[in-house]
């Protein structure tokens, strides 16, 4: 299977909160990182956490990490329509390069 | 003032051409790599570069080769293209690796197209 799973389609209404989760399998992950990507962009740093770390709160971002199930979610309240974006997991462990989720594509209905 | 930017932004070229992509950051970082990202948004890593040395070359073909003139400076070369060789191809540079915390910045990527 893959390192860094996720689900590919999240579909949410404006407004609401959205939940994007992530698996990895390399137990020595030191951070783990969630990336925005809009249509016809690059990747831009969303927020980080540290494996020590199991919330990190920031604005509208809240990331939860459980480090025993391997499990890290991003969720996004009050949901806008420019929210609309892939998000890409990814986690660095011991070669501290990070390794990529397929990206989740949120979709936010006005 | 952008920070990781990538030439060209599209290049569109036949099978069996030869073509580079040129990436440059003014960020002041270490380290450089080279992302391929496929129809599907699987995004892959294939080179690493840290202060000009070869670091990473994950299984790339080696018709694929990256030069790094300055630790500015990634370019991607690219011989006798192949339409498999059709994707988004990412620049990214970061803070040397191991530093705490060292999350990428990525360019805005050059869509290649091979016909």
């Known amino acids: 299977g893959e390192d860094v799973e996720q689900s590919l389609f999240l579909s949410v209404r404006e407004g609401d909160s959205s939940v994007i989760n992530c698996t990895y399998t390399?137990?020595?992950?030191?951070?783990l990182y969630w990336y925005k990507q809009e249509p016809g962009a690059g990747l831009q740093l969303l927020t980080y956490i540290f494996s020590n770390m199991d919330m990190k709160q920031d604005q509208r971002l809240t990331v939860l990490l459980n480090k025993k199930d391997k499990h890290l979610s991003l969720r996004i309240a009050d949901t806008q329509t420019g929210d609309s974006a892939i998000y890409f997991c990814a986690e660095a462990g011991g070669s501290y390069i990070p390794t990529f989720g397929r990206g989740t594509s949120l979709i936010v209905h006005p | 003032d952008t920070a990781v930017s990538q030439t060209p932004k599209y290049l569109v070229t036949q099978m069996g051409n030869d073509k580079s992509i040129k990436c440059e950051q003014n960020?002041?970082?270490?380290?450089m790599y080279w992302y391929k990202q496929d129809s599907k948004k699987f995004l892959k890593i294939m080179f690493s570069?840290?202060?000009?040395?070869?670091?990473i070359n994950e299984t790339v073909p080696n018709r694929f080769s990256p030069k790094s003139p300055d630790k500015a400076h990634l370019n991607l070369h690219i011989n006798s293209l192949e339409l498999g060789d059709s994707a988004v191809y990412f620049c990214a540079s970061s803070q040397p690796l191991g530093d705490t915390n060292s999350p990428l910045h990525f360019g805005n990527g050059t869509r290649l197209t091979v016909t």
């Open positions: 390399d137990s020595s992950s030191t951070y």
């Open positions: 960020l002041g970082h270490d380290t």
């Open positions: 570069y840290n202060n000009k040395e070869l670091i």
